[in-house]
């Protein structure tokens, strides 16, 4: 499985920003999608994550009520729609994906980065206040 992100840029708080990530390889080992951030000098941070299936799907705290994460199986693509973008928003965002393995861990640990054994690149997010 190979993850590749995109829709980073550079975006006036208070608006909005989609990213996308193209899941390939074999996508039909995939269990779950998430996405990370990590901001300069700190920790990566789980932001979002969502079942293949699109039965499950949580958020990180600090994204509540603002962003979404969604799934299309068709593009074998997972978006990150980001509404109402504060300036600590402004960090490099990463796709990752959990493998049919790992379901039996990921309701306990999906916040987790053990979980997830692929990464994407990371696409850059900046907000300016």
């Known amino acids: 499985v190979q993850l590749v992100e995109s829709g980073g840029g550079l975006v006036q708080a208070g608006n909005s920003l989609g990213l996308s990530c193209v899941v390939s390889?074999?996508?039909?080992?995939?269990?779950?999608m998430a996405w990370f951030r990590q901001a300069p000098g700190k920790e990566r941070e789980f932001v979002a994550t969502i079942t293949w299936s699109d039965e499950y799907s949580y958020y990180g705290d600090s994204v509540k009520g603002r962003f979404t994460i969604s799934r299309d199986n068709a593009r074998n693509t997972v978006y990150l729609q980001m509404n109402n973008l504060k300036p600590e928003a402004r960090a490099v965002y990463y796709c990752a994906s959990a493998n049919l393995a790992s379901a039996k861990f990921w309701f306990d640990e999906y916040a987790s980065r053990r979980v997830y054994g692929k990464w994407g690149q990371g696409t850059q997010v900046t907000v300016s206040s």
């Open positions: 390889g074999r996508p039909f080992n995939v269990y779950a």
